[in-house]
Nanobody
Framework: QVQLVESGGGSVQAGGSLRLSCVVS????????IAWFRQAPGKEREGVVI???????TYADFVKGRFTISADNAKNTLYLQIDSLKPEDTAMYYC????????????????WGQGTQVTVSS
């Protein structure tokens, strides 16, 4: 059973930084994707970045260098570093996993964490 548990969200002022964490367990597929998504109130869930189990990464076009994904395999933990936070980054951030190499379609991910809230004030 694949499980994902996010943490690290919070309330910060614009210009600040946060590092979100996602502890992943049970993901043993030969090919897999782990992604960060976010969903702001009243908006659709959007993909931020994908880390594939071959080490490659894909960032969404809007990221523009402010988001960085990394992983600590010894801790089974995925991180999302967000710098220069803006009020429009306010959203629930989710970690998701798929047992294949997939793209940014939320429907492609079978496993989701509970989310961690990021709130950015101006």
């Amino acid at each position: 059973q694949v499980q994902l548990v996010e943490s690290g969200g919070g309330s910060v002022q614009a210009g600040g930084s946060l590092r979100l964490s996602c502890v992943v367990s049970g993901l043993t597929a030969r090919r897999s994707s782990i992604a960060w998504f976010r969903q702001a109130p009243g908006k659709e869930r959007e993909g931020v970045v994908i880390l594939y189990n071959d080490g490659s990464k894909t960032y969404a076009d809007f990221v523009k260098g402010r988001f960085t994904i990394s992983a600590d395999n010894a801790k089974n933990t995925l991180y999302l570093q967000i710098d220069s936070l803006k009020p429009e980054d306010t959203a629930m951030y989710y970690c998701a996993a798929a047992e294949d190499w997939v793209s940014f379609g939320a429907h492609e991910y079978a496993y989701w964490g509970q989310g961690t809230q990021v709130t950015v004030s101006s």
